[in-house]
């Protein structure tokens, strides 16, 4: 069996079951299923090893962080400066910390940091969740929802390959 067909049904049969998972009986987790693809997306960008795992997590996290105290400067701001400017003072402040912080390697995976920036603050404006940015509940709070999910899309990239590989070892033991 070729790499692609064990890839192809590891990708199809974990990504329909997390969605399933997460639409149905795990919805009360508010995990976000497109944050888990991004970040799951995201690990085989980055090379699907075990550093692009530990990177991408790392990344993410902190992009989410980073992306969080962003969104915390927008609402703050946005009265006295305009919605339009802050959120353009904020993303260039977060840009900059973002990629300056690259030169650690654990923080190295700029691409990654982005797509943590990104998903909290997609998912904080398209949910309407600017005024959860500081609930205490993990299942409210974006940064807390953002960053399980991310985790979870980076853990489930790593699982997904795990799972194509096995199915090789399995065929060779057949054919042997």
């Known amino acids: 069996m070729s790499l692609l067909t064990r890839l192809t049904i590891s990708i199809g049969l974990i990504a329909g079951l997390v969605t399933w998972a997460f639409v149905g009986p795990l919805s009360a987790l508010n995990v976000q299923v497109w944050a888990i693809f991004i970040a799951w997306a995201s690990y085989y960008h980055s090379g699907g090893t075990a550093k692009a795992l530990q990177t ?6 902190f992009g989410a962080l980073v992306g969080w105290v962003a969104l915390i400067l927008i609402t703050i701001y946005s009265q006295k400066l305009g919605i339009a400017a802050i959120a353009g003072i904020s ?36 949910a309407g969740k600017l005024d959860s940015l500081y609930a205490t509940s993990p299942l409210e709070n974006p940064l807390s929802v953002t960053t399980i999910s991310l985790f979870l899309g980076a853990f489930i990239g790593w699982l997904s390959e795990s799972f194509a590989i096995a199915l090789g070892r399995e065929h060779q033991q057949q054919t042997t």
Do not use: E, M
């Not at 991408?56 to 996290?61: E, G």
């Open 56 to 61: 991408n997590i790392l990344c993410h996290i």
């Open 91 to 126: 993303v260039f402040l977060g840009a900059v910390v973002i990629v300056q912080f690259s030169k650690f390697s654990l923080l190295s995976n700029i691409p990654s940091a982005f797509y943590g920036f990104a998903t909290i603050a997609g998912y904080s404006f398209l």
